[in-house]
């Protein structure tokens, strides 16, 4: 069994080894350069990445998140407009105009791929790393991270912004389309959460350590 470092406190001593989660494949772990990313050499799966962004930065960037994400569901997507009469609509908006015509399976995964899960993702992540400032586990560390890894490929809000995109070019043939901030603010949104993908999360098992009572 490696011996941590010399110096280094066992309870957030770094691992020494690499265990692909998706052969098993075992490897030594070594220091990964700025924009180096190791992959598995059995099945090309990636092992980790280097972590240019540390937690206050990861944080700061949460922080960003929510409050874009709030802007996207309070202002207006679009405005339609026919015969000189306007109509704009909210996210919401939409989810409920789709339940009430009778749409139920679409709306709800719409609500919960669009609203529920990136809201989600977003509260656990800010809650981890809130704690991880301190070097610390916040409470109920390990099934929030599996939450984050279970919720991650179901924020879909990259999906929304181009179909919305694609769906304002087809509805200009017949109606005056007028993009509102909503819109926008799901695209930078989806910047954050592109960027959010490229984080690998995993690393707080490594820089945190377990609460003492």
């Not at 980790?48 to 922080?63: P, S």
């Not at 610390?136 to 279970?150: D, E």
């Not at 930078?188 to 959010?196: N, R």
Request: with cysteine; aromatic share 10%; hydrophobic share 55%.
């Amino acid at each position: 069994m490696t011996m941590p470092a010399q110096g280094a406190q066992p309870e957030i001593a770094p691992p020494t080894l690499w265990i692909c989660e998706h052969c098993d494949t075992v490897y030594r772990r070594r220091v990964l350069a700025c924009g180096e990313v190791a992959r598995c050499a059995r099945c090309d799966a990636i092992l980790a990445r280097h972590h240019g962004m540390g937690v206050r930065g990861m944080l700061a960037l949460v922080v960003t998140a929510m409050i874009v994400f709030v802007q996207a569901n309070v202002w207006p997507i679009v405005t339609l407009g026919l015969n000189g009469q306007n109509i704009s609509t909210t996210l919401w908006g939409c989810i409920t105009m789709m339940w009430r015509e009778h749409s139920q399976v679409v709306a709800v995964i719409a609500a919960c791929t669009l609203f529920f899960f990136p809201i989600g993702k977003m509260l656990l992540l800010g809650w981890v790393l809130l704690y991880a400032r301190k070097g610390a586990r916040a409470p109920g560390f390990r099934l929030v991270m599996v939450t984050l890894y279970r919720i991650g490929p179901w924020t879909m809000s990259e999906v929304f912004v181009l179909g919305s995109l694609v769906a304002i070019v087809k509805a200009h043939m017949y109606f005056d389309v007028i993009p509102n901030a909503g819109v926008f603010a799901y695209g930078v949104l989806m910047l954050l959460i592109t960027a959010f993908a490229s984080i690998d999360v995993r690393h707080l098992w490594d820089i945190t350590r377990e609460r003492r009572t």
